[in-house]
């Protein structure tokens, strides 16, 4: 029987690997899990059906020496294909010595019932690159991002191998450098999304302009270093520049002048009115008086 099953599950995955026709997810029956045949040809079919979602999206799983780590949305979609769902259980402050270090959260998965099938912990701290410059709200909002998917990984790491994908999520990957231009990510709490039109949107201009004055730079020098007006940048530049800028450092601060000192107060000198004795005037002769 292992043998069959085995083999069966070889000869699948080699159609999926030939087959390009569009997938379609048959819903589970009660109690078909407990089928292996039933299981892996659902959880083939879900693999494939996450490819072809990504090879039409405009965010690939992350690349690091050929290797494909899934971000947290691939691992939603995922979850979706087996009425599965994740959250949030808690988050508690790290402090170390009486300074804050970071966060630590804990996610849950549940099925389609509600009951708790896996939960996973993960962190975010200061002394990460990334994040040492980053606010409070951002290390909390990653510490919750990786703990989910981290608790969808390890419910769901074995379907994910099936289409050849790595099974350390690609946020748990920060930092590392990639092979796509794609940043084993740095959250952006609510960056703008691409537009329909295959361009920039108003939206991801104006979000880059204000990380620009945050950084003490300006759109005219981005246009420079792309060497692309911003009305042609496409939604992939829109996405480099923003990760570009997140990275790097802030403006240097105007360096401060030296305080002025005050003048010595000046000493006054009193003056004394002396009377200038005056010469009186000569007598004008009484010939020369004009009368």
């Known amino acids: 029987m292992a043998v069959k099953v085995k083999e069966r599950t070889r000869q699948m995955i080699e159609e999926t690997k030939s087959n390009t026709e569009e997938t379609k997810l048959v819903p589970l029956k009660e109690g078909a899990l407990l089928d292996p045949d039933v299981q892996t040809e659902h959880a083939i079919k879900a693999a494939k059906a996450l490819t072809a979602l990504i090879n039409n999206s405009s965010n690939p799983p992350v690349d690091i020496q050929g290797n494909k780590y899934l971000l947290f949305e691939h691992w939603q979609t995922l979850?979706?294909?087996?009425?599965?769902?994740?959250?949030?259980?808690?988050?508690?402050?790290?402090?170390?010595?009486?300074?804050?270090?970071?966060?630590?959260?804990?996610?849950?998965?549940?099925?389609?019932?509600?009951?708790?099938?896996?939960?996973?912990?993960?962190?975010?701290?200061?002394?990460?690159?990334?994040?040492?410059?980053?606010?409070?709200?951002?290390?909390?909002?990653?510490?919750?991002?990786?703990?989910?998917?981290?608790?969808?990984?390890?419910?769901?790491?074995?379907?994910?191998?099936?289409?050849?994908?790595?099974t350390t999520p690609a946020e748990e990957m920060d930092g590392v450098k990639t092979n796509n231009g794609f940043s084993a990510p740095k959250q952006t709490p609510n960056a703008p999304v691409a537009s329909a039109t295959g361009l920039a949107s108003v939206k991801q201009i104006d979000y880059i302009d204000g990380l620009c004055k945050q950084k003490g730079r300006t759109i005219v020098d981005l246009e420079a270093i792309v060497n692309k007006k911003k009305e042609s940048w496409t939604p992939k530049d829109a996405s480099a520049i923003i990760g570009k800028l997140l990275d790097a450092p802030a403006a240097p601060a105007p360096p401060q002048q030296p305080p002025v000192q005050e003048a010595p107060p000046v000493q006054t000198v009193e003056v004394i009115d002396v009377e200038t004795p005056t010469t009186p005037a000569a007598e004008i002769p009484i010939e020369d008086i004009p009368f």
Not at 102 to 111: E, I, S
Request: hydrophobic share 40%; net charge positive; aromatic share 10%.
């Open 79 to 166: 979850a979706r294909f087996f009425n599965l769902s994740v959250g949030s259980s808690g988050t508690e402050v790290i402090m170390r010595d009486g300074k804050f270090h970071g966060y630590d959260a804990k996610a849950v998965v549940y099925d389609v019932n509600g009951v708790i099938i896996g939960s996973a912990e993960a962190s975010c701290m200061v002394d990460e690159k990334n994040w040492k410059s980053s606010p409070e709200f951002q290390l909390k909002s990653m510490a919750q991002t990786r703990a989910n998917a981290k608790a969808l990984r390890n419910v769901l790491g074995w379907v994910a191998v099936l289409d050849g994908y790595k």
